[in-house]
DNA sequence: CGTTGAACCTGTTTGC
DNA sequence: TGCAAACAGGTTCAAC
């Protein structure tokens, strides 16, 4: 369910309904998706909720210090003011990964909670915070201040942000497929199977062609459809494909607009062609093979060759 | 460097 | 109808 635009969707949900609340208490049921089930147990309760952002897919739930932590945190700045300047928006953080079938979302307390709700926060309102995901693909972490800078540490650039110097310098040079390096959460943050592929059929790029073998004009063709794409699906509250909704239990729109994900069989949108399905690197691949010429490359002439 | 396949886990859809 | 296989928006790791 999960990629960038259904992320932003939920983190913006969570702004509007739980931005300041404190978490008094919390209570966990399956916990093999949490780094250290412990530490949010005892870290969180107390805390308030001072921001919600997303990071790639990551949402960051920065939470306030306790008093503690501030003493702490004035020992470690003295500490480091002797040696270096110190980062100072960091703050400690609940991270939360939906992996495939997660949803994080506020309910009353008496509301009957679902089969997969696996952590329960109570709120300082009545209400409860809470994680549900059947395949428990997702991640839930607590993340001290000092150790959220180097959480972060080796993801690639923001798709939505990223300049064409940039963007170029990153599949130009590549030998791997674009479909993968567009997966590839070293590469870009946040992109995944639907708008990997929905960006390339709209650039006319085929996912096995390899990165170095995209032209200039074809590089900076994807970047643009793809933050075209990204913004009007977050526009549009994302894709909703068989359960994704906001934080207020209302679907995307998104899926409407698929030219090429999920389309197998179809017509190509803007030929007509017969939409195929290909396996790159392990995923599900929806291309037009009119629109979207297949590589000739090296990897085929040298099997044909023999 | 890069690819493949399996693994993690549950639910739903598809095919015989 | 029934049961098994295939498949699912994600990530990671071993093996080649």
Same mark, same amino acid.
């Given at each position: 369910?999960?990629?960038?635009?259904?992320?932003?969707?939920?983190?913006?949900?969570?702004?509007?309904?739980?931005?300041?609340?404190?978490?008094?208490?919390?209570?966990?049921?399956?916990?093999?998706?949490?780094?250290?089930?412990?530490?949010?147990?005892?870290?969180?309760?107390?805390?308030?909720?001072?921001?919600?952002?997303?990071?790639?897919?990551?949402?960051?739930?920065?939470?306030?210090?306790?008093?503690?932590?501030?003493?702490?945190?004035?020992?470690?700045?003295?500490?480091?003011?002797?040696?270096?300047?110190?980062?100072?928006?960091?703050?400690?953080?609940?991270?939360?990964?939906?992996?495939?079938?997660?949803?994080?979302?506020?309910?009353?307390?008496?509301?009957?909670?679902?089969?997969?709700?696996?952590?329960?926060?109570?709120?300082?309102?009545?209400?409860?915070?809470?994680?549900?995901?059947?395949?428990?693909?997702?991640?839930?972490?607590?993340?001290?201040?000092?150790?959220?800078?180097?959480?972060?540490?080796?993801?690639?650039?923001?798709?939505?942000?990223?300049?064409?110097?940039?963007?170029?310098?990153?599949?130009?040079?590549?030998?791997?497929?674009?479909?993968?390096?567009?997966?590839?959460?070293?590469?870009?943050?946040?992109?995944?199977?639907?708008?990997?592929?929905? @960006?390339?059929?709209?650039? !006319?790029?085929? &996912? *096995?062609?390899? %990165?170095?073998?995209?032209?200039? $004009?074809?590089?900076?063709?994807?970047?643009?459809?793809?933050?075209?794409?990204?913004?009007?699906?977050?526009?549009?509250?994302?894709?909703?494909?068989?359960?994704?909704?906001?934080?207020?239990?209302?679907?995307?729109?998104?899926?409407?607009?698929?030219?090429?994900?999920?389309?197998?069989?179809?017509?190509?949108?803007?030929?007509?062609?017969?939409?195929?399905?290909?396996?790159?690197?392990?995923?599900? @691949?929806?291309?037009?093979? !009119?629109?979207? &010429? *297949?590589?000739? %490359?090296?990897?085929?002439?040298? $099997?044909?060759?023999?």
């Amino acid at each position: 369910m999960p990629e960038l635009p259904e992320v932003e969707t939920v983190a913006r949900g969570l702004r509007q309904s739980i931005l300041g609340r404190r978490i008094l208490s919390i209570r966990l049921g399956k916990t093999d998706f949490i780094d250290d089930p412990a530490a949010l147990e005892q870290h969180l309760p107390g805390r308030r909720i001072d921001a919600v952002e997303r990071y790639g897919k990551f949402m960051l739930l920065r939470l306030s210090e306790t008093l503690s932590d501030e003493l702490a945190a004035e020992k470690t700045a003295a500490n480091e003011k002797r040696t270096k300047a110190v980062a100072t928006t960091t703050t400690p953080s609940l991270l939360v990964h939906l992996g495939m079938t997660g949803q994080l979302a506020p309910a009353r307390a008496e509301q009957p909670h679902q089969k997969h709700t696996h952590v329960w926060m109570t709120l300082d309102d009545g209400r409860e915070l809470r994680y549900t995901d059947p395949r428990r693909f997702g991640r839930m972490a607590y993340i001290a201040a000092a150790s959220l800078a180097g959480e972060l540490t080796g993801f690639g650039a923001d798709p939505l942000e990223v300049g064409s110097e940039e963007f170029a310098a990153r599949i130009r040079t590549r030998r791997a497929r674009i479909k993968s390096l567009l997966l590839d959460q070293t590469v870009l943050r946040g992109v995944g199977n639907i708008y990997a592929d929905e @960006s390339l059929w709209r650039a !006319k790029i085929h &996912p *096995a062609r390899l %990165g170095a073998q995209l032209n200039a $004009r074809q590089t900076e063709t994807l970047r643009k459809v793809l933050q075209d794409i990204l913004r009007q699906a977050i526009a549009m509250h994302g894709s909703s494909i068989s359960d994704f909704v906001d934080a207020d239990g209302e679907p995307g729109d998104y899926q409407r607009h698929h030219r090429a994900y999920g389309r197998e069989g179809k017509r190509c949108y803007r030929c007509k062609t017969s939409i195929r399905r290909t396996i790159v690197n392990g995923r599900s @691949s929806y291309f037009c093979p !009119k629109c979207q &010429p *297949a590589p000739r %490359g090296p990897r085929q002439s040298r $099997r044909r060759s023999r």
